[in-house]
């Protein structure tokens, strides 16, 4: 056979080949659409909707007219419900509020007379980006139009808070945590039952007295461990590398830490389950990593995601956990300020548990 037909004839086969196996082929045009849709229609970088909180002391036209203001900007949602120093407090740890405003009872008095006022203002500087962004909005809203004032101006007295320093590792590390013994803790438990399926291991198990629940549990208990362990690597050399410390209680992050491996033990169980074979097994993984990375808040805060479809990040395990680790570890969250990320991140994790269980189960059984 020359080597033109002998090349036709192999292109041939692949095109057949691919056409058989639609699933694989489906993924494969999947993945950049998904990327595409991430980058083009879901991430939005200019910030919006960042939760605020506004206290205003003044009775007067000048503060009624700045709270109207801010309430009216596309960049913040007041939250009306939060008013009192200990409740914001306890918001901000908990990264339910992500800035919080004070309107002094002198404001409109001091704008009047002298033409100059100040605003107190808490922020979060977690994320270094956003908090700059709402410093400078807050210098715009200030400015007063009014013809009795010829220059007047509103200054920032301004307090950041949690990364004083505005350090981006401070932003990046405690959610790289997460996200990584989420990719490590999948992937192990894909490759350890993909492989045993394609060497024709796992049916070897399965011909013996060995139970399908005795596997899964065993690989599961195994690789969880594994994630544990290198759950506690990774926080170490974020304190002696980066110098992170952990501000909120050490014996909270550790009771947390099974957390960001159950939910990844039951997203690999599912895609073991659903795919014929290792290549479809890692293209379930990555559309499963995408939106993990893109959607949680890991990468770009929430603040940034279209607020039409902003919800989907909702609907991710990780997005919760990387909440979670960088309330404790950065903001100091106690245990009712991080409990509603708790509730849901356990409550993620046993459902995809018993999902991956019963799936994997009866593909082992069938």
């Known amino acids: 056979m020359s080597l033109i037909n002998g090349t036709f004839a192999i292109a041939a ?31 939005d970088t200019r910030v ?11 009775t007067h036209q000048a503060g009624r007219v700045l709270v109207e203001r801010i309430a009216h900007s596309p960049l913040f949602q007041v939250r009306s419900d939060v008013q009192s120093a200990p409740e914001i407090d306890s918001a901000m740890r908990a990264g339910v509020l992500r800035a919080a405003i004070e309107i002094p009872e002198d404001y409109s008095a001091t704008l009047m007379y002298s033409g100059r006022a ?7 500087g977690v994320d270094v980006a956003t908090s700059n962004y709402v410093l400078a909005a807050l210098e715009s809203l200030g400015e007063v139009n009014d013809s009795h004032l010829p220059h007047p101006t509103v200054s920032v007295d301004a307090r950041v808070l949690f990364n004083p320093e505005a350090r981006t590792s401070v932003f990046f590390l405690p959610g790289l945590l997460a996200v990584l013994i989420q990719t ?38 195994a690789i969880g461990a594994v994630g544990l362990l290198e759950c506690a690597v990774l926080a170490v050399l974020m304190h002696s590398l980066f110098h992170i410390e952990i501000a909120g209680s050490l014996a909270l992050f550790a ?30 993984a990555q559309v499963v990593f995408l939106p993990s990375i893109m959607l949680s808040g890991f990468v770009f805060p929430r603040e940034f995601l279209n607020s039409k479809i902003g919800w989907l990040s909702d609907t991710l395990p990780t997005t919760y956990l990387v909440s979670l680790s960088r309330n404790i570890v950065l903001r100091g969250a106690t245990v009712a300020e991080a409990a509603p990320d708790i509730v849901i991140s356990g409550s993620f994790a046993l459902a995809l548990l018993v999902a991956g269980w019963r799936l994997s189960r009866s593909r082992m059984t069938a």
């Open 255 to 284: 009771a947390i830490l099974p957390l960001f491996v159950l939910a990844p033990l039951g997203v690999g169980l599912l895609i073991v389950a659903l795919a014929r074979n290792q290549i479809q097994a890692l293209q379930f």
């Open 118 to 124: 100040k605003l107190k203002v808490a922020v979060d």
């Open 48 to 58: 919006h909707n960042v939760p605020t909180a506004v206290v205003n002391h003044d």
């Open 13 to 43: 086969k692949e095109f057949r080949h691919m056409r058989q196996d639609r699933l694989t082929l489906g993924l494969t045009f999947a993945l950049p659409v998904l990327q595409l849709l991430m980058y083009g229609v879901i991430l």
């Open 184 to 221: 490590i803790t999948t992937l192990l438990l894909i490759f350890s039952i993909t492989s045993e399926r394609e060497r024709g291991t796992l049916e070897q198990l399965l011909v013996t007295k060995m139970s399908p629940e005795a596997i899964i549990c065993g690989k599961c208990i």
